[in-house]
């Protein structure tokens, strides 16, 4: 019987255990592992369990550690998913997946990719023809590619070059996209097709050409022409007495709060079993998918869609943080584990970082007679990992707070993924910004599928929306002024819109609960941030492969297995197999095991300002309790007091000191 | 010659001088003032000013200071405003108003009416009826009366009664409203009428009853039942080196940042002449007005509507803030001025407060095969106010970062207005919530109309908005991926949606300056909050007095005085007489001195958690630069280091280092 919790992260241990199982269980036969990791158990199984702990009873027999193992059988070149029991070191399923299903891109992967094409002669040949000064080289980012064919099973890699004007583990590549995209078989290594690519308005292509020499726009602080701010003075927080939570193993413990961090390959992080004052809220939270498409119709654009879950990982892309770069304050670190080809375990430190911060008033109200008030401010927990997808950067982040409210941040930075453009001359396009010398970023969606598995004081909820409407012209409202809310429950699986013009908001809450106040059933609600949908049109393969991109409410009653918005395989997908399949089961919903999936994002038309790196831009969604306490949760949190606060006051220039003088000086 | 700037607000001694001009200009004749404060200067007598000031040369003579007064004379009663100049100390103008024109309420006012109300016999016979407790009184809160009779000239005062059960500076009195509500003609303070307010869910009411006893829901910590949370650690926020910010008066300069902070009785804080890095950006920034009508269709509660701009002011509503309770850090605080009854200067003591922020990440990227990477925070600037208007507070800030964005962010918290309901049945109604015993919270909503005067690179731009849309299916777009963005010019003074669709952002362009790199005019956007309009219906007074709040965007032809979307007096207005007449002029506003007022808030429906004091609710609209610069203007902000931000390391227990035992341990 391990000693790891059900919802723990998989282990060093671990990895090596499934290694062994699937070495004994394909004897003699060479694997090439892409991914080794938890899978989650059964729901049905795992609840009694943590039920157990949160009532502090004793707890029943743990489930199985089950693992999920993905590889390539080297012999055959077949690729395989195999599900193991690590309390038994036993198979449970091995399954080989059908041609043309292909798995994520795995970092070993990556850089051999890159390795192949830079050592390929054709690609060689056409890096001979820019003509490069000494010392420049070219580099490229292996891109996944977007299915444009159905009939394609190879496992295909396209190949972005870029030239590197500077020896320099900053340089920025990103402003000197070549013409010239090789496109590689994974499997067999083999130069496919040598595409050339667009440089003006239009889809004409040309033979690569000696390298129009053009300046780097670099982002590297020891590359930059101007010199750095020299007026910012340090900001430094300080926990003298340590953090407000307590950390064993996964479980954290703040505020009220308790829940379990968990870390996975694919997702990253991912909220367990979140409980409030030892009441249940939320069963799991995560993003579950991200697509990227790119609005540049000229191929071989088109194809540039990502999908950063499902194509490669939040997990194996979050970055090993580092104290005070990355993090200010008190910081708590959680590591993670992938596996590298070999089957190796592979230590990810610092990819979860935890930590107080400080987000100005929570509540506060003067009584104006007496002049006295009561302020609190709003102390928030941020649990954070930040993803490096080849160029983007995300930044992920569940914020708690102490009004038992739940935030899902997300910023956008990183470099924008750019493409060669002759825009000397004042050409510019409809689809992208032109953002330095040569280079144009093109305009592209960010879409996330925030997935919410509510557990409101119980594992059976119910979904509605809430809309306000104005009341008919009527006795019951002479003066016009009336509006009253109308609510919609969703009764079977399916999808939903938003509504700004009716302020639709969307609950969750369980029907067997009245709250004794409001005689209303007790529920949480979610702040969605109403988004542009996909552009694509419903028959392009981009929407085909993101059908989840296509709505911003997905209901589903849960069924184990189903996590991810865009289906199991987004690799090069044909179509999505995802949560649209599942929604359109017609489940009956309510008052039964349901999840939300909210699609949210960002339409990326380029700044120029976000070029070299991009100040990040933020988008925010909001669980927030609704009629499930019977009064604001935060009363109970001590007051904002200097005491505690220990701020300092602007020292008055002594010149100004008690005099009207001061308007007299100018800056 | 006056010593102070233009922008300057008002000072004490010119409070005394404009009461002195006045008292000459009267002879005899007692005033009673309701307001003195600055009248900014004509845009095109400052603007040679500024400009000179911001290129560093000689300054042109200074335009005069105008101050503007309002009040009444009590020998006839009649309604004055009057334009003074400080610089001649002579009248410029002093018209009388129209009968039915009715000034802002004024704290004396408001003081003096709480006490005539509950020196009246009627009302004292009300109270009597309720058969209070021993050492129970009631309290009121004199409210504007929002306009049912197109006829009433009166100025009327409509007093909520409330139970103060508890004698305590803090006591809410809010959780036990009563059912009678006194009118007041606020001049002659004569008793108008007594309402009575329906109790149940219609509009029946019932005379006086003794009051049926409950318990109050309190907010102040000393107060509460339950004790206060001990698990919560100090959080300092510490500048060893100081601020990063220069103030002078109220000049500040903060990372390539100038401007000014502004003050008045009606918007409170405003930013002034905003550059950046030596450039224009927005000659004048502020929250206009808003409007906060409630749901509730029963009388007389269709006349609860708000304007707390224009009704009250928030400058004059501004909470006197101290250091550590209301402010983290190292904090600038500014003074104001207002005039009493009398005339007499009232110093309004730290009612803008002024700190940085750090907040997390701007941007970061690692370069995945180097492994480095370039991390920088977000370090911030926070201009703020806080304001009070009866039972609600909100707190306004401009939030200021070094890649030249500028943030207007809102937090709604305070107090739910509230109505006796009795709803010990279960009872509940369509346009509220029961959030104690015997007390109802209706819904409203909350509309804030933010006021931009643009000067991006000069005073003279265009507002577009653009659209990004799906490409037709043509030969251009054969994978059916394209999109493109769609502009569209306001020509032509009006109103415009938002569109969350077609993702549309708004923007002002400068069409003199080119951006060398994207070819296109240098521009700012607004990320505007596509929110719920007002839902009353047009014919009601509550929608023809708040046109503002109809449509998200106004465009207008700067005018001098044109300062607030409600018109000048909201206060019994019958119609708006605001920017809805303005933008109506269809003035052309291409390449012209453009303001663009944008309405934006939350339709707040409310949770019972927003009892007895609210979580605050935060929304936000961004301006950021697009196209103004050549790139991110914040890459040379020097990266996030552990020498400069001192963080430190969560502690691992002794027990858990380096062991995998740590998920033995259950919290």
Chains 1, 2 share one sequence.
Request: charged fraction near 20%; include cysteine; proline fraction near 7%.
């Amino acid at each position: 019987m391990t000693s790891l919790h059900p919802l723990d992260p998989i282990t060093p241990g671990e990895i090596q255990l499934a290694v062994r199982i699937l070495e004994s269980a394909f004897p003699g036969v060479k694997l090439r592992y892409k991914r080794i990791d938890l899978q989650e158990p059964a729901k049905n199984e795992v609840v009694p369990y943590l039920e157990a702990e949160r009532r502090g009873e004793v707890r029943p027999r743990k489930p199985a550690r089950l693992l999920a193992a993905m590889f390539h059988r080297l012999d055959n070149g077949s690729f395989y998913k195999a599900l193991l029991n690590a309390d038994t070191k036993s198979v449970v399923s091995a399954k080989e997946m059908p041609k043309g299903v292909q798995g994520p891109v795995d970092v070993d992967e990556m850089i051999e990719m890159e390795q192949v094409c830079l050592n390929h002669p054709a690609v060689k040949a056409e890096i001979e023809k820019l003509n490069l000064p000494a010392g420049m080289t070219v580099c490229l980012d292996p891109w996944i590619y977007g299915t444009d064919d159905p009939n394609e099973t190879r496992r295909l890699v396209q190949c972005y070059m870029y030239i590197v004007a500077h020896d320099h583990p900053q340089n920025n590549h990103y402003s000197l996209p070549c013409k010239f995209s090789p496109v590689f078989d994974g499997i067999t290594q083999q130069l496919v097709r040598m595409d050339y690519l667009p440089g003006g308005g239009d889809s004409q292509t040309t033979e690569t050409q000696p390298w129009n020499q053009v300046s780097t726009v670099q982002y590297a602080h020891d590359l930059l022409d101007e010199p750095l701010r020299t007026d910012l003075k340090p900001y430094i927080v300080q926990q003298p007495e340590g953090a407000s939570f307590t950390v064993v193993g996964n479980a954290v413990q703040w505020q009220k709060w308790r829940f379990r961090v968990g870390f996975n390959n694919r997702e990253g992080l991912v909220l367990h079993n979140v409980t409030y004052d030892g009441r249940n809220t939320f069963y799991r939270l995560s993003v579950s998918e991200m697509t990227v498409p790119y609005g540049d119709p000229r191929a071989p654009y088109h194809r540039k869609q990502a999908f950063d879950v499902g194509d490669v990982g939040f997990g194996i892309t979050a970055n090993q943080l580092s104290l005070g770069c990355d993090c200010l304050g008190h910081i708590k670190y959680f590591d993670g584990y992938r596996c590298d080809s070999q089957g190796t375990p592979i230590q990810l430190n610092n990819v979860i970082c935890m930590h107080e911060q400080d987000n100005g008033l929570q509540h506060k109200h003067t009584n104006y007679r007496s002049g006295a008030a009561t302020v609190v401010r709003n102390r928030q927990l941020v649990i954070q990992m930040i993803c490096t997808v080849a160029n983007y950067e995300y930044i992920f982040a569940f914020i708690l707070d102490q009004a038992a409210n739940i935030e899902l941040e997300v910023r956008a930075t990183g470099i924008l993924s750019t493409v060669a453009f002759d825009n000397q001359n004042g050409q510019t396009v409809p689809w992208g910004t032109n953002v330095g010398p040569g280079v144009m970023a093109p305009s592209h969606q960010h879409l996330f599928s925030f997935r919410i598995d509510p557990a409101v004081d119980g594992f059976r909820n119910t979904v509605y929306y809430e809309d306000s409407v104005p009341m008919p012209e009527d006795d019951q409202n002479p003066w016009l002024v009336g509006y009253t809310t109308e609510q919609n429950v969703i009764k079977t699986s399916g999808s939903a819109s938003t509504s700004v013009e009716r302020h639709r908001v969307f609950k969750f809450r369980n029907d067997s609960i009245t709250n004794p106040i409001t005689h209303k059933p007790i529920a949480y609600k979610l702040h969605a941030m109403p988004s542009q949908m996909l552009l694509a049109h419903p028959k392009s393969f981009g929407s085909r492969r993101a059908r989840f991109a296509t709505r911003p409410i997905w209901v589903t009653k849960y069924q184990d297995g189903e996590l991810y918005a865009g289906g199991e395989f987004t690799n090069q997908s044909k179509d999505s197999n995802g949560v649209e399949v599942w929604a359109g089961r017609n489940d009956p919903v309510e008052n039964e095991d349901v999840v939300l999936w909210h699609t949210f994002g960002l339409t990326h038309n380029p700044r120029i300002e976000d070029f070299p790196v991009m100040p990040m831009e933020r988008v925010s969604v909001m669980l927030r309790p609704d009629g499930f306490f019977t009064k604001n949760p935060a009363l109970d949190v001590p007051p904002s007091a200097q005491s505690f606060n220990q701020s300092t006051l602007h020292p008055e220039p002594a010149c100004c000191a008690g005099s009207q003088d001061k308007h007299q000086v100018k800056l």
